[in-house]
């Protein structure tokens, strides 16, 4: 494995994890690099860098950072989300896999890319649903604005600097699970 291979898998898997955050927002983030000539896509995703795909993916990333601040109807949105946040980290890590069979090439994409994408989404809508219920969905809009602001950085990060996103994400990942497995140990202990 070369490494334009490695970037790309890792270019993939940081802006898969970001459409966890928010679906539009790292296609759109991949649109402007591509149509930019920044990063090359895969040759049956050129459309992606496209000047309409760049047009309508800006649009439907305004459109959904703008839904998350209402309250209740950011708990809608994120019902229609986890699903479409699959396919959406599927898609970004099959445009940007470089120099792998097509069959490896899907087997990352489904795995990393719409695994990452779907259980940061799913994370972040059981979290909302508990700011919701805690807080009346007066929080709402503060989780809203936090969970764009993590999108952006990490597409952006993920662009410009894939293998720092990759790692970053890794720590993450590696943080929540010593931060989970303490809770159940404590759980366990209490007898609850």
Do not use: C
């Not at 291979?5 to 898997?13: E, K, P, Q, R």
């Not at 649009?59 to 479409?84: H, K, Q, S």
């Amino acid at each position: 494995m070369n490494f334009d291979t490695v970037i790309s898998i890792a270019l993939g898997i940081g802006l898969a994890a970001s459409s966890g955050f928010r679906v539009f927002l790292p296609l759109f983030a991949l649109s402007m690099a591509a149509y930019s000539g920044m990063w090359p896509l895969n040759e049956n995703w050129q459309w992606l860098g496209s000047g309409h795909a760049l047009m309508i993916l800006g649009i439907a990333a305004i459109t959904e950072a703008l839904g998350y601040l209402i309250p209740f109807v950011d708990n809608l949105l994120d019902t229609i989300a986890v699903p479409l946040a699959a396919v959406a980290g599927t898609a970004v890590m099959a445009s940007t896999a470089a120099d792998l069979s097509p069959a490896v090439t899907w087997t990352l994409a489904v795995i990393a890319g719409g695994g990452a994408a779907a259980t940061v989404k799913s994370t972040n809508a059981v979290t909302r649903v508990v700011g919701t219920t805690t807080t009346g969905g007066l929080a709402n809009p503060i989780f809203s604005i936090l969970e764009t602001g993590v999108a952006v950085v990490m597409s952006v990060l993920s662009i410009f600097v894939p293998v720092l996103a990759a790692l970053l994400l890794m720590l993450l990942a590696l943080w929540f699970y010593r931060r989970y497995a303490r809770l159940r140990r404590k759980r366990l202990q209490d007898g609850v």
